[in-house]
Structure formats: C-alpha cells, structure tokens
C-alpha cells in the first residue's frame, strides 16, 4: 500500500508538471482525489485493515493528499500567471512606431466661393444674415410681394410641407426676417440653402445655395446698387471685369434688373465659357418694392433699399470650369481635391 501511495504522489507530480491548462489540472485532481479518485479508494478500502495498519496507512494517505493539493494550488497558480504574460505580450503596444498621417480634407468648392463672396461684402461694410431652410410660405411668397396666384408659388416648384410651411425657394425670405428684426441703416448678405422641386440634370439640381444682399437707408438709390455690384464683381472676378445691367422683372423689386460681368475667361471676346456672347449673367437685382418695405415696418417716405440675389453653384462653376452640377454633390474626394 505504502509503495501505492508513492507511486500515486509521483504519478500525480508527473501530470501536473506537464499540465497546461485549468482543464488539465482539474483532471488530474479528479483522477486522484475525486470521488473515485486512487487516493479515495486507498481510503475508502482501509476499513479490512488493522487498527495500527490503519492509523499508519491513514497518514501516509493524508500527507499524499496534502502534498497532491499543495502541487495542485501551485500548477494552477503557475497556468495563471502564465496565461497573464501571454495577454501582456498580445496586448504590447509599440510607442516607438511612427504613426500614420492625418490626412488633411480640402474646402468644398461651394463653401469657397461662398466665402469668397462672403469676404468681399464684409469689405464693404455688410454683416451676415441668416433665416431657416424651413420656412414659413408668408416670408418666401406673401411678404415678397408674390401674391396668391404668383406663378412661382406652383406646386411642381416648391417643395410645401403643408399649407403654410414650405422648404424655401430662395434666400429673399431672409430679407423679410432682417426688415423685422433690424431697424434702417440695413446691409446685410445672406448665402444659405434653397429647394426646388426640379429634376436634376447638368445645370439643374433640387438643393443649391443662393446668396442674397439686402441695404436699407435714406437715399439709396439705383447708383448705389450699381456701384456696389460693380465693385463687388470687380473684386470677385478681377479689376479689368465690366459690368451691364438689363431690364427683368421680379415680384419683389421695383425696377429689376439682371446683372451681367464680362467674361473672365476671354475678357469679353467670345468663347465657351460664355457661349460667345463675351458676358456671363450673374445675378437678379432691384430696388426694394415698397410692399416689401411695408411688410418690416419701414416708413417707405423716409427710406428705400437694394436687394440682389445670386445662384452660388452658377458662379462656382463658371468660376472652376464645371459642366455638371450634379459633380458639386457626389462627394467625390478626387473631385473636391482640386480646388485648394
Ligand atoms: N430670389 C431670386 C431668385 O431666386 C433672386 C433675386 C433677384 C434676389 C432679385 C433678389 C433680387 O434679392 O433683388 O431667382
């Protein structure tokens, strides 16, 4: 028995050396100590023995025991610690390795030219204006001077949400809001979104941005919207760029015109760019119809204003050589690349 117990002690230090994992360690406690454990046996089966045989017996199993648990606790303390280092060395991180660039993203070419166009009226004095996209059909249509029956209010161009809520049209409506909420001198630019319900194609897409201009104060007159156009083109387009107005109508200035610049691709010669004609029409203008004026409460026997509106992707185009507006959309990072 005694020579049993031995080769059970040395059987179990055999497998817990080689043990790798809890799994093993587990096996091995029940292969000896478990309930049909070899140890448990010897125990169990001493009841034939002699009370001294017993007692003898008893202890040597006792010390075998004791010492197949003490490699037990210390295989499984070994697995652990093991099984820690390994995590540690997946888990090492290299603070020396280079890291990989940020890539830097470009503007797109609408914001620079709205930002363009933005530096240029804050040169000559006028601050930013903004309205919703969402607005109400008053502000685009009613206080616009576009009556009821206006053909601009048809339901094929506008996006309405219901009765009297719409995605604007245009940014005029922030000309309504700035009459409201600001009193004479105005001067005010306005780019933003604007919606229509048009099926898109090579110069027609259903959101584009407008930038609009609004100034209010005693004595404006036809002059002042010239020269301030003027200029403004001058700066944008270049200092040898002319610029002609022609007679136009909208609802909601009085009289209205549409300006156009010389070409800045040929100068004024003739060519693609400007189908020939040697100018490019880049904006609608007015002086403020008095209805208009009435809707902010502006006393319209003291004051009289200017307003323009200009289409962003139409200059952005003409400016980069676009042909298809639909580009502007696609988020084509090769695209929007190329205009740093
Ligand atoms: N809102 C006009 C449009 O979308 C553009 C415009 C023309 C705005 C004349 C103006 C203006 O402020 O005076 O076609």
Not at 63 to 80: F, H, P
Not at 323 to 332: A, C, G, K, P, T
Request: net charge neutral; charged share 30%; with cysteine.
């Amino acid at each position: 028995m005694q020579e049993r117990l031995k080769k059970i002690l040395e059987e179990a230090r055999q497998e817990l050396s080689g043990a790798a994992s809890v799994k093993d360690t587990e096996d091995t406690r029940i292969k000896f100590l478990g309930k049909k454990g070899q140890l448990t046996e010897i125990l169990r089966s001493m009841g034939s023995l002699s009370p001294e045989e017993r007692k003898e017996l008893g202890q040597a199993a006792n010390q075998v025991r004791a010492e197949i648990e003490a490699l037990l606790a210390d295989t499984a303390s070994r697995i652990k610690e093991k099984a820690r280092e390994a995590r540690f060395r997946a888990e090492a991180i290299d603070v020396t390795e280079p890291g990989k660039p940020a890539k830097l993203g470009t503007k797109h070419p609408i914001t620079i030219t709205i930002e363009e166009i933005a530096r240029v009226f804050k040169s000559m004095g006028f601050s930013l204006a903004e309205g919703p996209e969402v607005e109400t059909v008053f502000n685009n249509f009613d206080a616009l001077n576009a009556g009821p029956y206006h053909p601009s209010r048809d339901l094929s161009d506008t996006f309405y949400i219901n009765d009297e809520i719409l995605l604007r049209t245009q940014t005029s409506p922030v000309q309504v809001r700035t009459l409201l909420a600001q009193k004479p001198p105005i001067r005010v630019f306005a780019p933003g979104r604007c919606f229509r319900c048009d099926t898109p194609d090579a110069t027609h897409s259903p959101m584009f941005h407008q930038v609009e201009g609004l100034v209010v104060d005693e004595g404006i007159t036809m002059a002042d919207l010239k020269g301030v156009l003027d200029s403004f083109a001058k700066q944008m387009f270049g200092p040898e760029t002319k610029t002609k107005f022609r007679p136009h109508h909208f609802p909601f200035t009085e009289p209205s015109a549409e300006m156009d610049v010389s070409c800045f691709k040929c100068g004024g010669k003739g060519c693609r760019v400007c189908k020939g004609s040697g100018w490019i029409e880049i904006l609608g203008c007015g002086m403020v119809h008095p209805n208009v004026l009435k809707v902010g409460g502006v006393d319209t026997e003291r004051y009289t204003g200017f307003a323009f509106g200009m289409g962003v992707e139409r200059i952005a185009m003409l400016k980069y050589g676009i042909d298809d507006i639909r580009l502007l959309y696609e988020n084509d990072v090769r695209f929007i690349e190329q205009f740093k």
